[in-house]
Nanobody, 125 residues
Framework: QVQLVESGGGSVQAGGSLRLSCAAS????????MGWFRQPPGKERDLVAT????????YYSDFVKGRFAISRDNAKNTVYLQMNSLKPEDTAVYYC??????????????????WGQGTQVTVSS
C-alpha cells in the first residue's frame, strides 16, 4: 500500500511562491500518474494538475496554467507542485493522490484511490 505525505504548505503574500512536495512510501507509486488537488474553504475539491509516470506528460487546470508547474522525481518517489504568482483565491488545502488512469481519464477525481492528508496553503492580499 502506498502512503502519501504532503509538505511545503504555509502562508504567503499574494505574488509569492511556494513549492509543495508529496512523498510516497510503502509500495512505490511506480507506473502510476499522480495529481494535485485543492479544496478551498467551503468549496468542493478541484483538480489542479497531474503528471504521468514516464515521459512527464502533464495536465493543468485553466486556473493555474502559466503559474503552477508539476514535476516528479521517480528516484525519490516524490512529486512537486511549484506555485508562483500566488493569489488569495489559491488559498486551500492541497492534496496529492495516485491514479492508475491515463489521460484523459486522469482528470476524474474518482479515478484516484490513494490520497495524502493535505497541506494548507494560505495566500493573503
Amino acid at each position: 500500500q502506498v502512503q502519501l505525505v504532503e509538505s511545503g504548505g504555509g502562508s504567503v503574500q499574494a505574488g509569492g511562491s511556494l513549492r509543495l512536495s508529496c512523498a510516497a512510501s510503502g509500495r512505490t507509486s511506480r507506473g502510476y500518474a499522480m495529481g494535485w488537488f485543492r479544496q478551498p474553504p467551503g468549496k468542493e475539491r478541484d483538480l489542479v494538475a497531474t503528471i504521468s509516470w514516464g515521459f512527464g506528460s502533464t495536465y493543468y487546470s485553466d486556473f493555474v496554467k502559466g503559474r503552477f508547474a508539476i514535476s516528479r522525481d521517480n528516484a525519490k518517489n516524490t512529486v512537486y507542485l511549484q506555485m508562483n504568482s500566488l493569489k488569495p483565491e489559491d488559498t486551500a488545502v492541497y492534496y496529492c493522490a495516485v491514479t492508475g488512469a491515463k489521460s484523459p481519464q486522469w482528470t476524474n477525481q474518482d479515478k484516484y484511490y490513494i490520497w495524502g492528508q493535505g497541506t494548507q496553503v494560505t495566500v493573503s492580499s
